[in-house]
Every structure is written in C-alpha cells, then in structure tokens.
C-alpha cells in the first residue's frame, strides 16, 4: 500500500503538541484525552480549513496558545482518577464541545478495541484516505515495547506497509512514532480502548 502521512503541526519544532508543556499539574498528568482533542481541532483547522474548531485560528502557533486552548478543552475531558478511559466518555466530552459550536462539521463514532484487527486497519486506511486522523485509546497492555502509550490517549496521523507489517504513526508528547498495529492492537487484556473514527456532518 501506498504510504499516507497527513500533514501535521508543529510548535517550536515539537510534533504537534506535548503534556509535557502543560502549567496545570492535572493537564500535566492526566491531559492526554484534552490535548488529543486539541491536535485533533488544530490538525483540522489547518488541513480542512474547519478554522471554528480552533479558537485561536489565524494566530501564531506557540506553546502558550496551546496551553490557552488546553484550558478551553479540560472542562470537557478533565482529568479524573481512572482517566477518560471509554470511548464513550470522550465521545460525550468531546461531542459536548462541539455542540458548543454552530455549524461544527463534525461526527463521530466509536470503533471498540475488541473488534477483528482487520477492520481496524480498514477504518484507519479510510479516516487517513479521508485526511482525518483518528484519536486512539490504549489501556493495558502486555508488550511492555507499548509501556508509553498505555492509559493513554493519541492521535493516528499516518499509515504504511513496512517489511509486511501494517504500521501506523502516533502522534502524541510532542513526537512522531511509527508503530506495529497489529501489536498495538493486540492488548493481551480483555477490557480495551479503540478508535475514535471522524466524518464530515452530512
């Protein structure tokens, strides 16, 4: 398969954005699910001109506005104490922000982490074609290779076939990584994540 990267943002020559940057000690630690929403907007903004997603469009890009608009996005997917670990959860705190904006262009549905990793790597295929990435949530996993991405919250930006394995980049702490999905996916664990698969309204 032809490789697919989208284009992607960056702020002082970080991938997108970073926890790390983040002045509130709860968005610091617990902000992945936020700031997924946030790179998810900004991405959109930039690449499909959907500028009412991002309230600080037509700004210069820079860590402070980053952690502006983090604080926007907290009150719809704070921090809690098991994290925003369904994807119903972002679902509805996500989709309560987007509610917020008339005439947002966005739907959204849930692709559940216990589904065959065939459709998996379909819906990925077709979200990326698209030009939308696809949040992911990670919670346990036993191949400790996946040990930075467990209870946690990315973006998938990018996919290819490489040495006959299908790998998807992640977008999350201010990098890019190329990852083997179908490890990725495989958990090990009967509770799961997913996807988050992004659509224009019709």
Request: glycine residues 10%; hydrophobic residues 40%; proline residues 5%.
């Given at each position: 398969?032809?490789?697919?990267?989208?284009?992607y943002?960056?702020?002082?020559?970080a991938?997108?954005?970073?926890?790390s940057?983040?002045?509130?000690?709860?968005?610091?630690?617990?902000g992945c699910?936020?700031?997924t929403?946030?790179d998810?907007?900004?991405?959109l903004a930039?690449?499909k001109?959907y500028t009412i997603?991002?309230?600080?469009?037509?700004?210069?890009?820079?860590k402070?506005?980053?952690r502006?608009f983090?604080a926007?996005?907290k009150p719809?997917?704070h921090p809690r104490i098991?994290g925003?670990d369904t994807l119903k959860?972002?679902?509805?705190?996500?989709?309560?922000?987007?509610s917020?904006?008339?005439?947002?262009?966005l739907?959204?549905?849930?692709?559940?982490?216990?589904r065959?990793?065939?459709?998996?790597?379909?819906?990925?295929?077709?979200?990326?074609?698209?030009?939308?990435p696809?949040?992911?949530?990670v919670?346990?996993h036993?191949?400790?290779?996946?040990?930075?991405?467990?209870?946690h919250?990315f973006?998938?930006?990018g996919c290819?076939?490489?040495a006959?394995?299908?790998q998807v980049l992640?977008?999350?702490y201010?990098?890019g990584?190329?990852?083997d999905?179908?490890?990725?996916?495989?958990?090990g664990?009967?509770?799961k994540?997913g996807?988050i698969?992004?659509r224009e309204?019709r």
């Open positions: 398969m032809e490789q697919i990267q989208l284009p943002f960056s702020i002082d020559g991938f997108g954005g970073s926890q940057w983040m002045l509130d000690p709860q968005m610091r630690m617990g699910a936020a700031l929403a946030c998810l907007c900004i991405q930039q690449t001109g997603l991002y309230p600080f469009s037509g700004q210069s890009l820079e402070q506005t980053y502006k983090a926007q996005m719809y997917l098991t925003v959860l972002f679902l509805d705190g996500f989709g309560e922000y987007l917020a904006i008339e005439g947002q262009p739907a959204l549905s849930p692709l559940y982490g216990d065959p990793v065939s459709q998996a790597k379909d819906a990925v295929t077709d979200r990326l074609k698209n030009g939308f696809l949040p992911c949530l919670l346990n036993k191949d400790k290779s996946f040990s930075d991405f467990v209870w919250w973006l998938l930006v290819r076939e490489e006959g394995r299908f992640a977008a999350t201010g990098e990584v190329w990852l999905f179908n490890r990725l996916w495989d958990t664990y009967p509770r994540g996807l698969l992004v309204r």
